[in-house]
């Protein structure tokens, strides 16, 4: 940790759902002051080369597969290019959604600093909180008589086949986000600037109980996949699109999942990670799909990040 910052606050300062990116913990250039217990991500791609070789390949594969697939989808008039249909929401119930999202959770902060609770504390309140929301739009739907498996795409592909195309879709982001790695190093070198790690990575690495680690890998593995995309997928891009279309739906709702990590050097890397998780929603208009992908990416990232505790 930065001298003066306690955990709980690097939990409110940092990023809330642990989506790092996979390249800067593997791939990325720069290495970083252990004594800060940031990571030394240049150190992290010497360990372990054939790992991340095997995933830049497959991702190249994946890239060209899903490009040839889409390819013969536009050919065929039968078969509709973008999956997410016309959803029973708009924008004013989106600013609603988004309204009482910030309320609670500035309520969630006001409490959790008058209870000074620690970090595993704050972040396990701050789980509970996140689900719970999950749980009461998944109940307004109800109310309005309107299924969430439909109105999700639960039920427009198998789950098999949802959840494969979420590991097809992970490895066909990682090449793009190689490049812009190198790219976002090689400019902060230039900059004379450091490349500096995500608060709630900072966390993880210099976690001192077992309970924090588990509860960060709760996070990790579990809330951010489904809660962000239940918010960012499920229900603000349909409401963006049916308004603005594909394009701007897709950059505006992109912006905002990397704006909301609060972490400069990572954004452009969030962005295109958000890119592809929306594609992944659009190709099958199932929400598993960037719900696998998202929890597959995290996993990459808690093994690393084990592995470089452990290994230090």
């Not at 620690?118 to 109310?143: K, M, N, Q």
């Not at 902060?188 to 077992?210: E, K």
């Not at 579990?222 to 349909?238: D, I, K, N």
Request: charged share 15%; with cysteine; proline share 4%.
């Amino acid at each position: 940790m930065d001298d003066g910052m306690s955990e709980s606050d690097a939990v409110l300062n940092g990023n809330m759902c642990f989506s790092c990116e996979l390249m800067s913990l593997l791939l990325a250039r720069s290495a970083v002051a252990s004594q800060s217990g940031d990571v030394a991500e240049l150190d992290l791609m010497a360990r372990w080369p054939v790992l991340a070789a095997a995933i830049l390949v497959a991702g190249l594969v994946a890239d060209v597969w899903l490009a040839w697939q889409w390819w013969q989808r536009r050919k065929t008039a039968s078969a509709p290019l973008w999956r997410v249909g016309t959803k029973p929401w708009g924008l004013s119930e989106l600013f609603v959604a988004v309204g009482v999202t910030l309320a609670v959770f500035l309520s969630v902060g006001i409490v959790g600093g008058l209870l000074r609770l620690r970090a595993t504390g704050l972040l396990a309140l701050l789980g509970a909180t996140e689900l719970g929301l999950l749980l009461v739009f998944l109940i307004c739907l109800e109310v309005e008589r309107v299924d969430f498996r439909h109105a999700f795409g639960l039920t427009e592909s198998s789950v098999p086949h949802a959840l494969w195309m979420g590991g097809v879709f992970f490895l066909a982001v990682q090449p793009p986000l190689l490049v812009l790695s190198t790219l976002r190093d090689k400019l902060y070198a230039w900059l004379g600037w450091q490349v500096s790690t995500q608060d709630i990575v900072r966390m993880f690495l210099t976690a001192d109980s077992r309970s924090l680690t588990v509860v960060l890998v709760g996070f990790a593995l579990l809330v951010a996949p489904v809660c962000e995309e239940a918010f960012f997928r499920g229900l603000a891009y349909p409401a963006l699109k049916k308004r603005w279309g594909v394009p701007t739906a897709l950059v505006v709702v992109s912006a905002l999942f990397a704006l909301i990590h609060f972490h400069g050097p990572s954004l452009p890397l969030l962005f295109v990670l958000a890119v592809g998780l929306t594609l992944a929603y659009e190709y099958t208009g199932s929400l598993l799909t960037p719900i696998a992908m998202h929890a597959a990416f995290n996993s990459l990232n808690v093994m690393a990040l084990l592995l470089y505790r452990s290994h230090p």
